[in-house]
């Protein structure tokens, strides 16, 4: 079963504009993450931010995370067309092991 | 790019035969973890290998098994295939394991295709 839900489930803007991914999700959490997917293929990590964390950048990337709301969301600055792709979000619950629980994804197409 | 190789990238089967999906993880990573990709779909955990051993398992019948060997390549095997097992198959490898731990990113490979016909 799927632990998050992003939203939307799909966004278009045009390059050079900013781009914001929402992640709801169920259980208490140790970490979440959000991962990249072109076209089908393999996923690729692009930001960790712990449950004691709040707010995180890397690049043109920015995550915010407020566990009293079990929320997450993913802002890309100044977006390319390069970045159009699917973004997963992933929790990694309080569990006896440690393992990914990815949402639906949001796929975002950005036109040149 | 990750160093997790998925073997093979596509693979046609006929429903009823029984399949075997390899994964190479990066070098160091003792942690392997299988998940299913349905079209339009977030992965699914199937399972999660930790030297050698089962060590975590999702919501999949028991006709989908898996090995760890000492070198922590993984295979994934598929009985009696339906067609509702046609989706993406990626490994992940990552270094450590244990909630005490917390986890670190995951490293996936480029996935297996697997249509069942």
């Known amino acids: 079963s799927q632990q998050g839900e992003e939203d939307p489930q799909a966004l278009s803007i045009q390059e050079g504009e900013n781009a914001t991914m929402n992640c709801s999700y169920k259980t208490s959490i140790n970490n979440l993450q959000w991962y990249r997917q072109n076209s089908g293929r393999g996923l690729v990590h692009l930001i960790l931010i712990r449950s004691n964390e709040r707010e995180k950048h890397s690049g043109r990337l920015r995550v915010t995370l407020d566990t009293s709301k079990k929320s997450s969301s993913l802002l890309i600055t100044a977006s390319r067309a390069a970045d159009t792709a699917s973004y997963f979000c992933?929790?990694?619950?309080?569990?006896?092991?440690?393992?990914?629980?990815f949402g639906k994804g949001t796929m975002l197409l950005v036109s040149p | 790019e990750t160093g997790v190789t998925q073997s093979p990238t596509h693979l046609i089967k006929t429903r009823g035969q029984q399949v075997t999906l390899r994964c190479s993880s990066q070098?160091?990573?003792?942690?392997v973890s299988w998940y299913q990709q349905a079209l339009g779909q977030g992965p699914q955990f199937i399972f999660q290998?930790?030297?050698?051993?089962?060590?975590g398992r999702g919501n999949f019948p028991p006709r989908f098994s898996g090995l760890q060997f000492p070198n922590y390549s993984s295979e994934l095997n598929v009985n009696a295939l339906e067609l509702d097992d046609s989706a993406l198959y990626l490994c992940?490898?990552?270094?450590?394991?244990?909630?005490?731990?917390?986890?670190?990113?995951?490293?996936f490979g480029q996935g297996t295709r697997l249509t069942v016909v």
């Open positions: 992933a929790t990694d619950a309080r569990s006896g092991y440690s393992t990914l629980t």
């Open positions: 070098s160091g990573h003792n942690t």
């Open positions: 992940a490898s990552s270094p450590g394991q244990g909630a005490s731990m917390g986890t670190t990113e995951a490293f």
């Open positions: 290998y930790y030297r050698e051993e089962e060590n």
